[in-house]
């Protein structure tokens, strides 16, 4: 059984050897250690002998309500070598089920690391009755390729978002079934593409979880599902988006802060991992289980509350890829991947989301550096947890999700 854990974390000989093998001059020191890295040209992937050079190879996968190149550009600007970035790209307003084009190959212009996601809109397509969900998988990749997206090249699409029936309804898990067999196999002239799913959750303000729960339960215990989804969609995103006001409390440690996000953003697959008899889910969720975390700022509703100064939600941002980066040191999950949500919310300027991207960017790059990265390096490239730090007025903790750990 695991146990919850407050994370303090030690840079590994592993890691220390990594970071030599790479060439890095500097060693890591200290309970968090200094940053062991190299700043990335824009762009670049890491080298052949990446498997050496980058022990968390890292994926990031992005939902985007909007604003998809002023996360981008900072993205590009400063990027982990040791990183690939998907970006989900909204579908157009007029008819949502098909992907929006001309998008693809600008994203694939930023260079080899960098991904377009076509947006499968599940309200939308679930209006469509004219063909079977299957087919509806595949039509979708038609629009996909007669949109400029390229899978061959790295693209791919994302489910968005599926929806709580899911948890539930055998009929609607079949839908699901059907319709990521038929997004992998695409037509016949047309490559596999194994994509995202993007799932609808909770609020991390969710004190009573009675019903979600067992509900939760029973979908893990559907062998058949999960052996049908695993390999035909390559990430399981939960959207976890953490709120400020269950994080921020100033008077506690970092580690401690941390422990709160990750009891929240990793509970599906602690659930998953602690099952007695679902051991296809577990083992599918430790290859493909993504926390879909929050870098939407000035919500009031829908990613949580993050009406905050922007400084806070910089740390806040930093304080998730930290406590993930954290979790993936002693747990079989997420290893290197981790997503988030963004969007240009109405009051929210363009020049201070873009340092809240820039802020993003450095946080993945360092804590995922060639070298395997280190956690703190999300806080700051030199280890300074203070850029982690956040008090907002009223804060607590909800421990209600610790029930997860257990069956």
């Given amino acids: 059984m695991i146990q919850r854990i407050h994370l303090q974390i030690f840079l590994s000989s592993l890691a220390l050897a990594s970071a030599v093998a790479c060439g890095n001059s500097s060693a890591p020191q200290g309970a968090g250690g200094t940053r062991s890295g190299s700043r990335a040209r824009s762009g670049e992937q890491a080298d052949d002998d990446s498997g050496r050079c980058c022990p968390f190879p890292v994926e990031v996968v992005f939902y985007t309500q909007s604003a998809w190149n002023l996360l981008a550009d900072p993205l590009q600007a400063d990027p982990s070598p040791c990183a690939n970035y998907y970006i989900s790209i909204p579908a ?24 377009a996601m076509a947006e499968f809109h599940w309200a939308s397509w679930s209006q469509v009755s004219s063909i079977t969900p299957y087919e509806k998988g595949v039509e979708f990749r038609r629009r996909m390729a007669a949109a400029g997206y390229d899978v061959d090249a790295g693209d791919t699409w994302a489910i968005n978002e599926l929806p709580s029936s899911v948890r539930f309804s055998s009929a609607v898990r079949q839908d699901v079934r059907d319709v990521v067999r038929g997004l992998y196999d695409g037509p016949g002239d047309l490559s596999p593409s194994s994509g995202a799913v993007f799932i609808v959750g909770l609020g991390q303000g969710t004190i009573n979880l009675s019903v979600y729960k067992p509900n939760l339960e029973n979908w893990i215990e559907d062998e058949p599902f999960w052996l049908d989804v695993d390999g035909a969609a390559r990430w399981w995103a939960q959207e976890v988006y953490s709120d400020p006001h269950y994080v921020c409390v100033g008077s506690e440690s970092l580690d401690t802060r941390a422990s709160f996000i990750n009891d929240f953003t990793e509970h599906v697959a602690n659930l998953a991992e602690v099952s007695p008899v679902a051991r296809s ?35 806040h941002v ?33 020049p201070e989301l873009s340092l809240l991207a820039q802020r993003l960017a450095s946080s ?10 280190f956690a703190l390096g999300a806080c700051s490239p030199d280890g300074d947890e203070d850029g982690c730090w956040c008090d907002v007025d009223g804060a607590y903790f909800n421990p209600a999700w610790q029930t997860f750990y257990t069956w």
Avoid: C
Avoid at 287 to 309: C, D, E, H, K, Q
């Fill in 364 to 373: 993945i790059h360092y804590a995922y550096d060639r070298g395997g990265g």
């Fill in 92 to 115: 157009p307003t007029s008819d949502k089920t098909f992907p929006r084009a001309g998008v693809a190959a600008q994203m694939r212009a930023r260079g080899p690391a960098f991904h």
């Fill in 318 to 350: 930093s304080a998730q890829v930290y406590a993930t980066r954290a979790f993936a040191d002693s747990y079989p999950y997420p290893t290197g991947r981790l997503g988030f949500a963004w969007a240009r919310l109405p009051d929210a300027p363009d």
């Fill in 281 to 315: 889910a577990a083992s599918y969720l430790e290859r493909s289980f993504v926390p879909l975390m929050n870098a939407v700022w000035l919500s009031s509703s829908g990613y949580g509350n993050t009406r905050i100064p922007l400084d806070a939600m910089q740390a």
